[in-house]
């Protein structure tokens, strides 16, 4: 069983920056491709970005590209999304996510866990 726990969200005005991390525990970390995904409310839950295994490639929504950047440290287990030039429509519910795969998956469904989630607030 793998456990996820995010942190890091807040409020933060438009152009700011925040960085989210996600911990993992319960399982050997390097096994799982890891995602980020966001809820906003009224809204399905949309992939944001993913990571390989080792870290050596990743994948964005395009409306984040140049903005947002995934990264992980297998050392420390954990999973990071650096968020900069934000905007009031990057406000949501952030969760990360582990698929137990090689492949990039972009779809929720194919994530075998997820965390609680930390909320991103942004003004305008």
């Known amino acids: 069983q793998v456990q996820l726990v995010e942190s890091g969200g807040g409020l933060v005005q438009a152009g700011g920056s925040l960085r989210l991390s996600c911990a993992a525990s319960g399982t050997t970390f390097n096994w799982y491709v890891m995602g980020w995904f966001r809820q906003a409310p009224g809204k399905e839950r949309e992939f944001i970005a993913v990571?390989?295994?080792?870290?050596?490639?990743?994948h964005y929504q395009d409306s984040v590209k140049g903005r947002f950047t995934i990264s992980r440290d297998n050392a420390r287990n954990t999973v990071h999304l650096e968020m900069s030039s934000l905007k009031p429509e990057d406000t949501a519910v952030y969760y990360c996510?582990?698929?137990?795969?090689?492949?990039?998956?972009?779809?929720?469904?194919?994530?075998?866990?997820w965390g609680q989630g930390t909320r991103v607030t942004v003004s305008s």
């Open positions: 990571i390989s295994r080792t870290g050596d490639n990743t």
């Open positions: 996510a582990a698929n137990h795969d090689v492949v990039l998956h972009t779809a929720a469904p194919e994530y075998d866990y």
